[in-house]
């Protein structure tokens, strides 16, 4: 098993400019998560998605979309990118509705927007 | 409103010795799970441990040991006979429980984490 797979790892964006993170998880997990992660900030949820074809904000969603089309997929699109938004981005996956399920993360993505 | 929080911005130590990760929770929740991921300085979030708000028991896992007090909203790791491996940034997480209605259940509030550095 790949575990949680994101793509790309590393990323440079002109301000204005969009693009797509994938993440993939081959757990068959329902519940699937964006987080951004800033120096001194730890871990902030952007987006979240409770089973395909559903998704739901988190505390800092503005800026960002997101999509869960298929159960294994969840994209996280910027569609004019801000500097604000370099960041390392971090998907992760858990298994049902019930809390308590640690989550698996991927690996990263670090965005930098000039 | 769920919040953790980490005091310790920052640790150094030398091999071998203890140290411990403070870490204080907030919820109104009666049920609740709390969480120590460890990122280590390639990037990764590693699971360390979970444990819901009914179990106070302290447990211990080779060289690292947590104690879970609800009096005092508090979720401490200690590490023991610290090592070079064990540099990295640690996070103390909390979820709420699984009555919570809406969905958020599984959603992970982190504090700010605690960079561990330790020395030879």
């Known amino acids: 098993n790949a575990g949680v797979t994101q793509t790309p790892k590393f990323r440079v964006l002109k301000t204005g400019q969009s693009m797509t993170l994938l993440c993939a998880q081959d757990m068959n997990h329902e519940y699937m998560y964006w987080y951004r992660q800033d120096p001194g900030m730890g871990l902030r949820l952007i987006h979240y998605s409770v089973g395909e074809g559903t998704t739901a904000k988190g505390e800092v969603p503005d800026g960002y979309n997101v999509s869960r089309l298929k159960k294994q997929n969840f994209l996280l699109g910027l569609e004019s990118a801000a500097p604000s938004q370099t960041s390392v981005y971090f998907c992760?996956?858990?298994?049902?509705?019930?809390?308590?399920?640690?989550?698996?993360f991927g690996p990263g993505t670090r965005l930098t927007v000039t | 409103a769920q919040k953790v929080t980490q005091a310790q911005t920052e640790i150094s130590v030398v091999e071998k010795e203890d140290v411990t990760l403070d870490c204080v929770y907030e919820t109104r929740d009666t049920t609740y799970y709390l969480f120590w991921y460890k990122q280590p300085p390639s990037g990764e979030l590693v699971f360390l441990i979970r444990?819901?708000?009914?179990?106070?028991q302290n447990e211990i896992s080779g060289r690292y040991s947590w104690n879970f007090q609800k009096s005092t909203s508090s979720f401490n790791f200690t590490i023991t006979a610290s090592q070079v491996v064990d540099s990295a940034v640690y996070f103390c997480?909390?979820?709420?429980?699984?009555?919570?209605?809406?969905?958020?259940?599984?959603?992970?509030?982190f504090g700010k984490g605690t960079k561990l550095s330790v020395k030879p």
């Open positions: 997480a909390l979820s709420r429980g699984p009555l919570v209605y809406g969905g958020s259940q599984g959603n992970l509030i």
């Open positions: 444990r819901n708000s009914f179990d106070e």
């Open positions: 992760a996956s858990s298994y049902s509705r019930q809390a308590g399920y640690e989550q698996y």
